[in-house]
């Protein structure tokens, strides 16, 4: 008896209507207005709500807590001062320059390690032994060597870059149809013409991936060096902010930090869909 | 003959590397890099002595802690985002925020709200690594075998045998996925929050040793480190075969086919 009420209003809510309606209901329900956008945008407006009415009702501690007002007009503030765009420059700087070393060196070391049976088997354990390495560990070291200059932040961006970089283009070049790698063979191509033609088409898509990823560490890693490093750039200014007791502002420099890492990503998808646009994209992504 | 070729070929390069090493530096005088002898001598005396209990136990215990907690948060909300579309479609923004934003950057927000202790580190290191394990695993459920889905329906298997029966074990090569990417942000973030304010731990240590100019102690404490990730993805690595053995034998067999 007492067991009863509980059960039914338990069950519809949890599994049958739920679970009934999630198949169906893609096509019908969508047709009613409620589309992918929408909602998306609906979620963003519940998140900034709740940002606004929990520190007010003081579920939120305020103090450590600002209200999405107060973020907002900090982040208004922080683009209104020109050494912020500075130090946005700076971070820009180091992740576009560490990401362009990383991706080159990555490739071209990955197209001759993976061209190559003999490379492949010997660098293997050494690559798998230093990869997992966290690029965190080099921090003492860049700090000792380059202080606060670019080149401490452009040693952790690279490090961690590259890697990412290396093993997709390795899964890629491996990834090559032996019948057209004997095929140009055959036709006496020459390396250069092989890599060209033959195995830079197939690794693209690897390439590709790799790049996305790469250029979502090496933000993570230059804005890092610069918070824990002390280089200049959003990093360092949100370290400062922190100290000095600005807690709002440090709310929106990690919203900053936050829409960067977005901008990175569309831009990234964006380039893949446009260099991948001749491609049957009937491949997995290989998750590292 | 086969194994011991293929023992040559994996020890071969990092004994040369390790040689090398070894030779060019044992009579450097360079302050920054000191004789790999010196910081072996203290990997072993340091690391594996006092060190061990006093500093890399408390990092573990952190690191396991907010693994562990992100593992079960992000599979529970990944599992739920996944299997409602309408769910899905509501936080996909807000999700691709929250991944973007680089993990490190909320230490200094954590800190205010959490204080310097324990709490702070596990938050911290459950913030971060949380997102790759609910994206994949929300992926995974996602991208189950309509076929198999339907199989599971018109046998009217649903709520808890559904979920153990269908539904995890289908995504759980993405979840894997997830996992494995997570574990990496997650000793990442286990040194970074060490960092900044702490009395003990591997990170704490290794600067520690930078800021008093204990070179050889440095080089050895980022040895450390490194050893420490290699020998968790190798765990990782073995958990991972044992699971998803059904999965790669399956894999395997449909290459072959």
Known sequence: ?288 | MAFLRRAGFALGLPIVLFTLWWVTSASSTDFYFPPLSRIVDSLVEEWFGPRLADDVLPSLIRLTAGYLIAALVGITLGVLIGTYKRLRDLLEPVLEFFRAIPPPVVVPILMLIFGIENTMKIVVITFGCMWPILLNTAEGVRAVDSVLSDTAKTYRISGAARLRNLILPAASPQIFAGLRQGLSVAIILMVISELFAASDGLGFAIVQAQRSFAIPEMWAGMLMLGLLGFLLSLLFRLVENRWLAWYHGLRRAQRAG
Do not use: C
Not at chain 1, 26 to 51: D, E, K, N
Not at chain 1, 64 to 69: E, K
Not at chain 1, 179 to 194: K, N
């Open chain 1, 1 to 288: 008896m007492s067991n009863s009420p509980p059960v039914t209003v338990y069950e519809p809510a949890a599994d049958n209507a739920d679970a009934g309606v999630a198949p169906q209901s893609t096509r019908p329900r969508r047709s009613l207005g409620a589309s992918p956008v929408v909602l998306g945008a609906i979620g963003l407006l519940a998140l900034v709500a709740l940002f606004e009415i929990l520190p007010r009702i003081g579920v939120l501690n305020r103090r450590f807590f600002p209200t999405s007002t107060e973020i907002g007009s900090a982040l208004i503030d922080q683009v209104q001062q020109s050494e912020f765009w500075v130090a946005l420059l700076d971070t820009l700087q180091g992740w576009a320059l560490g990401l362009a070393i990383a991706a080159v060196a990555g490739v071209v070391l990955g197209i001759i390690i993976g061209s190559s049976q003999l490379l492949r088997d010997i660098t293997a354990s050494t690559i798998e032994f230093v990869r997992p390495i966290p690029s965190v560990a080099l921090i003492p070291l860049a700090v000792l060597l380059f202080g606060t200059s670019i080149e401490s932040k452009l040693l952790l961006v690279v490090y961690a870059a590259f890697f990412q970089m290396l093993i997709q283009v390795l899964y890629g070049v491996q990834d090559v149809d032996p019948v057209a790698q004997d095929t140009a063979r055959a036709y006496r191509f020459s390396f250069v013409a092989r890599v060209r033609y033959v195995t830079w088409p197939t690794a693209l898509p690897y390439v590709m991936t790799g790049l996305r990823l790469s250029a979502a560490v090496a933000l993570i890693l230059a804005v890092t060096a610069e918070l824990v490093i002390g280089n200049p750039g959003i990093g360092n200014r949100l370290a400062v902010a922190q100290s000095s007791g600005a807690i709002a502002a440090t709310y929106a420099l990690v919203v900053v930090a936050g829409l960067l890492g977005v901008i990175v990503n569309l831009v990234f998808r964006f380039i893949e869909r446009r260099a991948l646009s001749w491609h049957p994209s009937q491949r997995g992504e290989v998750a590292v």
